[in-house]
């Protein structure tokens, strides 16, 4: 009910019966009755209605977001083509609420419940394992590092991996939203690293010495390497030996 309340009734398009099983379609999903797709249009809140079957996404991408009743939207994992989608009904109290927002035009598959296989059981099982451990970072930023550390995070997060390379800033009030601060204390933070030459200026900007940042966060919350700074928020670095 909190869920209902805090968020906009948004509910995704139905679209007519979808075969039983595509062509080529994995064992795991042959026998298992789909019923008519789901179309989520981007921005809008995937409900996911918790009937026993399963939902996994063919096409596009769901975000998973914690809306703090204070009023912030914290984005926590996001899940695209292929993924079983974990349901949320058990996972929200009177402080906060979990949600699916769309974050392109998605189309959600259903498949019966007891009819998926162990390959889908094993995908949603990966799934929750995800959800948990992004909930457990944000937990760990909330809880252990000032805001203007949890402002690093989300401007690491959002950085190319490549070097020197442009990327677009959220704006002020939707950083100061997901670090649980305030419009203020984002310009200021962003205005310092700017004089520091950490960040460049400009809408679209440059992350000039993400290293810099990363052994802040790793004083902060006592890791030893850049790399564990890495892993901690949430990032896979690809290198030479995995790409």
Not at 192 to 210: C, D, F, N, Q, T
Request: with cysteine.
């Amino acid at each position: 009910m909190e869920a209902e309340l805090l968020w906009p009734a948004v509910a995704g398009e139905r679209l007519g019966a979808a075969p039983l099983v595509q062509q080529g379609a994995p064992s795991s999903l042959r026998g298992a009755r789909i019923r008519p797709r789901t179309r989520v249009r981007h921005g809008d809140v995937f409900q996911y209605p918790g009937h026993g079957d399963v939902a996994m996404i063919e096409s596009g991408c769901l975000i998973v977001e914690l809306m703090m009743s204070c009023g912030s939207i914290l984005p926590l994992t996001r899940f695209s083509d292929g993924d079983v989608v974990p349901t949320l009904d058990r996972l929200s109290t009177p402080a906060f609420s979990l949600s699916y927002r769309a974050e392109h035009l998605t189309q959600i598959t259903w498949l019966r419940g007891d009819l998926v296989g162990t390959d889908l059981r094993e995908r949603g099982a990966r799934a929750y394992e995800t959800l948990l451990f992004a909930s457990m970072r944000q937990i760990t930023s909330l809880a252990c590092l000032p805001a203007a550390y949890r402002l690093y995070v989300e401007i690491l997060r959002g950085a190319p991996r490549t070097n020197n390379a442009e990327f677009e800033l959220p704006s002020h009030t939707e950083l100061a939203s997901r670090i649980c601060s305030t419009r203020e204390t984002v310009s200021r933070e962003i205005s310092i690293l700017r004089r520091e030459g950490v960040l460049s200026r400009g809408k679209r900007v440059v992350l000039l010495a993400p290293g810099d940042l990363t052994k802040r966060i790793a004083r902060a919350l006592n890791l030893e390497s850049d790399a564990d700074v890495w892993e901690s928020i949430g990032v896979v670095l690809l290198t030479e030996h995995s790409a």
